[in-house]
């Protein structure tokens, strides 16, 4: 059953592929999107108008929805110094309200007509350098682990600015995106196995863990 409205929608954001000169060669990359108005379809993995430059390593069913926090967009403002709009790093739902990295994996958004499952955190990558007109940006945003959330569509349905966002019960297992983001920088070997054991928790992220807790458990 869902809690009290937890957050809101501020924007929707869409972008197609693009291709950008960056050192001296062509990348094609979709991380520019744009704000856009009214209702917009969300259907099994991706948005109306919306797209990916790379699937190897963005989108898919586990990857079908990126949000950011307007609060963090407000604290890379004033750590920039400019102001940094929605949409800058590539998100599709600008969201108030709501601390991503609190969030628990598996937990479910009602959000319009649609339902969302929060599924893992961002691994940032080049082209976020290139968005942003700084190729070290990307280890700043890193560091500065507000990271945002990759949601999987559960189901279709559409969204629009202003809607309200509802949250499921969070999963028993507790395990939130801000833990899968110190269990990549620190190896923690309590929480590599927390992901691990985890089935909400996506393919790649449980086969990363396994791999990690072998390592350490190799001798010499």
């Keep these: 059953m869902a ?3 937890e957050g809101a929608l501020v924007s929707v954001n869409v ?3 693009r291709d950008v000169e960056w050192f001296g060669r062509t990348v094609t990359t979709a991380i520019w999107k744009l704000p856009v108005g009214g209702r917009v379809a969300v259907r099994g993995v ?7 430059a790379d699937l190897r390593v963005h989108g898919g069913p586990d990857k079908a929805v990126y949000a950011y926090s307007i609060d963090d967009y407000r604290w890379w403002s004033a750590e920039l110094g400019r102001t940094v709009e929605p949409g800058t790093f590539g998100e599709n739902l600008t969201v108030a309200g709501i601390d991503l990295m609190a969030c628990v994996i598996g937990e479910r ?3 319009g007509t649609t339902v ?3 599924a893992q955190p961002r691994q940032p990558c080049f082209k976020l350098g290139i968005r ?3 190729a070290g940006f990307v280890d700043r945003f890193d560091v500065a682990d507000r990271l945002g959330a990759y949601l999987r569509i559960v189901a279709d349905g559409d969204v629009g600015a202003g809607d309200s966002i509802a949250i499921a019960g969070p999963p028993a297992h507790g395990l939130r995106i801000a833990d899968i983001s110190e269990a990549h920088r620190s190896g ?4 590599l196995v927390r ?3 985890t089935p909400d928790v996506p393919h790649g992220w449980r086969d990363w863990a396994t791999r990690a807790i072998n390592r350490t458990a190799a001798p010499g």
């Design 3 to 5: 809690r009290s409205i």
């Design 132 to 134: 942003m007109g700084d």
């Design 116 to 118: 969302l499952e929060v």
């Design 15 to 17: 972008g197609e592929p």
């Design 46 to 52: 991706n948005l109306a108008g919306d797209g990916q």
């Design 195 to 197: 992901l691990r054991d």
């Design 109 to 111: 958004w009602t959000v």
């Design 188 to 191: 923690d070997p309590d929480l």
